[in-house]
């Protein structure tokens, strides 16, 4: 069992890989610099199929590769905050236009409904929960970003999109997400590690004390992505390619994959 974050520059993109060969992909960004498409990587490894597509957050990078991961294999499931309707999506790209991303994903959420009967693929030694703010109680889209928590082999991942403060505070009222953020494992930085996406009270109130941050992002571009001191000191740190680390950054460390071995696991 593995979960890779691929090194998709300000945006998102990973895949976890279970024992019994089902896959769930959490966004599906791209690297423009390298040229890396996620359907592409998955036609390449031999995988003309994908269980289940997560997508955190309602914005083009997070969305940029699906042209393509839909033109290679067959995606089956999509998982999403099901708050925002696909005319809804529409509305709030109506002010900074709307990538050819976005464009694929309304219409896949237009024809993904999941019937009745549809039962949802079986992920082997995982548990999944979704957490979200509905619309209209929150009209942006980072507010809206649907949190993802995984736990794979026992070990607890939390993918919160782009959630900032005030999206995390709503979040918090809930009793079941309080439980999950207390015992994180792995974080991934909300926003790419940029300071709106931190609450501090998901840490200092909450008790969340991660072994591993992880920030999905590019080379220094904004002041806000300087928050790589604040993360170091919330998490234990563990064991990363012959050295203790706290932060791991695709923009440093390129690809990660977490492994999952004989009840052991480990990044590397």
Same mark, same amino acid.
Request: hydrophobic share 35%; proline share 4%.
């Given at each position: 069992?593995e ?15 279970? &024992?019994?060969? #089902?896959?769930?992909?959490?966004d ?7 040229g ?5 990587y998955?036609?390449?490894?031999? @995988?003309?199929?994908?269980? $289940?597509?997560? @997508?955190?957050? /309602? ?17 089956? +499931?999509? +998982? ?5 309707t ?22 896949? *959420?237009?024809? =993904?409904?999941?019937? #009745?009967? *549809?039962?949802?693929?079986? !992920? ?7 957490? =979200?703010?509905? =619309?209209?109680?929150f ?28 999206g +995390? ?13 207390s015992? #994180? ?6 926003h790419?590690?940029?300071e ?6 998901? !840490? &200092?109130? /909450?008790?969340?004390?991660? %072994? %591993?941050?992880v @920030?999905?992002?590019?080379? =220094? $571009? /904004? &002041?806000t992505?300087k928050?790589?001191? /604040? %993360?170091r ?6 064991? !990363?390619r012959?050295? #203790?680390?706290?932060?791991l950054?695709?923009?440093? &460390? ?5 492994v999952?071995?004989?009840?052991? +696991?480990?990044?590397?």
């Amino acid at each position: 069992m593995e979960l890779k974050i691929f090194d998709v520059e300000h945006g998102a993109c990973a895949l976890l890989t279970c &024992d019994n060969g #089902t896959r769930l992909m959490i966004d599906c960004g791209h690297n423009g610099d390298t040229g890396w498409r996620p359907g592409r990587y998955l036609r390449d490894q031999g @995988i003309s199929r994908l269980e $289940m597509l997560a @997508i955190t957050n /309602y914005d083009e990078d997070h969305v940029s590769g699906l042209p393509d991961l839909l033109g290679n294999v067959d995606v089956e +499931w999509l +998982w999403r905050n099901r708050s925002v309707t696909p005319y809804t999506i529409c509305q709030l790209k109506s002010e900074d236009g709307m990538g050819r991303g976005i464009e694929a994903l309304v219409g896949m *959420a237009s024809s =993904y409904t999941g019937g #009745t009967e *549809a039962t949802p693929p079986r !992920f082997l030694g995982v548990e999944r929960q979704a957490f =979200y703010n509905d =619309y209209p109680e929150f009209d942006d889209e980072n507010n809206l970003s649907m949190v993802v928590h995984l736990r794979i082999a026992g070990i607890n991942f939390l993918f919160p999109g782009d959630l900032e403060s005030s999206g +995390w505070k709503a979040l918090l009222s809930q009793r079941g997400f309080q439980k999950v953020v207390s015992e #994180t494992h792995v974080l991934i930085a909300s926003h790419h590690g940029r300071e709106n996406g931190i609450c501090a009270e998901v !840490f &200092d109130t /909450y008790g969340c004390n991660p %072994y %591993y941050v992880v @920030i999905s992002d590019k080379g =220094y $571009m /904004y &002041d806000t992505q300087k928050t790589v001191p /604040y %993360y170091r000191s919330k998490a234990r740190g563990g064991p !990363f390619r012959g050295e #203790t680390r706290q932060v791991l950054t695709t923009r440093n &460390d390129g690809r990660i994959a977490f492994v999952f071995q004989n009840g052991q +696991w480990w990044p590397q």
